[in-house]
């Protein structure tokens, strides 16, 4: 559990709360947090106001305070979360809604309105279906699409309470369209501007859904591992180090403020059709995560792949600065050689660099009935399917 920033050594609290005896944890060793269990029961007893207000507020700004932080009591006591409407866009006749600033998952939005509105223009005569996943000009298209999306993420994107992101505007039908002749179908290009998000993680997915039809789409994550490796004493969290995410420059709208939300990376969406959930969207990894949503709906949306095959098909994950293209070892095979002749800088990667997807479909069957426990019948209207991605823990359970 190392500290970040200016902290070098193990922090006691984190060494008390997460080793056992002193030591790392080794398979098969017993692990107990009572402290984390009594903050459980505090939230049961107590709500929000326990963490935002109580004595968990209490600790928190304590061990700040101990380190030389600036949190104050008021500064959690004045925190709300949000209900916000999400990023949207109508790709092959669905609706996909995406986090919006100041989460990165809307540049998903983006990089889909490229493809629908460019594709016809770099590749006249094809869709990406007819061009399909063995021709390198289909993975040379979602990787220039990709870098144009980033490129106004990394320019714009901000907490919308102190910077203004032209969300309207950049995921318009007409501006995807300006952007096609910034590609060359040839040719790679060299994406900006400066800013990149791609640190690892132990961000996690989840999705679930009822009988009635309620779904949802989650993530969360401290964002770097333990994030900052400083446990709360006596409450048996870790603080996340997401701050990090700030930039120093106060030319960017991503400039640390007080009280102001940092960019951050966690992504989360739905695929909707007729106002109605289709599916949850969800795969982890830093700045994977945007372009691995993209991926994911390209597989279903226009190869016509089922759930599960659409999370195991090969993905890319491209860094925005160094501009390298990271290729599942398979699809490097397959096409990394020719992509390089395009001018790619490519780079074979196993399958943990490219996140993993944990996803439920709803899929129509309005004849379709149930029994409840009584014995009574329901029309449900259909049925789900889900997709756990092989590359992550995880799985795919129905009861």
Request: charged share 15%; aromatic share 10%.
């Amino acid at each position: 559990l190392p500290l970040r920033g200016c902290y070098a050594q193990l922090d006691p609290d984190s060494v008390k709360t997460w080793y056992v005896n002193g030591k790392s944890p080794k398979p098969g060793e017993i692990f107990k947090n009572p402290d984390l269990a009594r903050t459980f029961r505090l939230l049961q007893e107590q709500g929000a106001d326990a963490f935002y207000k109580g004595v968990i507020a209490k600790a928190i700004v304590a061990k700040s305070t101990s380190l030389g932080g600036t949190m104050t009591l008021e500064d959690l006591a004045h925190y709300q979360g949000e209900w916000v409407e999400g990023a949207r866009t109508n790709y092959h006749g669905y609706v996909v809604v995406e986090l919006p600033p100041p989460a990165q998952a809307w540049a998903t939005n983006e990089m889909l309105n490229i493809l629908q509105a460019c594709v016809p223009q770099w590749a006249p005569g094809n869709t990406l279906a007819s061009l399909g996943p063995t021709n390198p000009l289909y993975w040379h298209l979602l990787v220039e699409a990709k870098k144009l999306a980033y490129a106004d993420l990394y320019q714009y994107n901000a907490d919308p309470h102190f910077a203004t992101v032209p969300l309207d505007r950049l995921l318009s039908d007409s501006y995807a369209a300006s952007l096609c002749a910034k590609v060359d179908p040839a040719h790679a290009s060299t994406p900006g501007p400066t800013g990149n998000f791609s640190m690892g993680g132990d961000t996690i997915v989840l999705s679930t859904a009822d009988g009635e039809g309620n779904m949802v789409s989650w993530v969360n994550s401290n964002f770097e591992g333990f994030g900052s490796g400083i446990t709360v004493p006596g409450f048996g969290f870790i603080l996340h180090d997401r701050g990090a995410l700030f930039t120093l420059d106060p030319e960017s709208p991503n400039a640390v403020q007080p009280h102001k939300r940092p960019f951050n990376t966690l992504s989360a969406g739905f695929l909707l059709h007729e106002n109605e959930p289709v599916m949850t969207v969800t795969l982890m990894g830093g700045d994977m995560q945007a372009q691995g949503h993209a991926q994911l709906l390209v597989n279903i949306l226009d190869l016509g792949a089922n759930l599960q095959a659409a999370a195991d098909m090969a993905r890319f994950r491209h860094s925005q600065i160094s501009n390298v293209l990271n290729l599942e070892t398979p699809l490097y095979d397959l096409v990394g050689e020719k992509l390089a002749a395009m001018g790619h800088s490519v780079k074979s990667i196993d399958g943990e660099s490219v996140g993993g997807v944990q996803a439920i479909m709803f899929v129509a069957e309005p004849d379709l009935k149930h029994l409840d426990r009584d014995g009574a019948k329901h029309a449900v209207n259909g049925y789900y399917r889900a997709g756990s991605d092989f590359r992550k823990d995880g799985q795919a359970v129905g009861w």
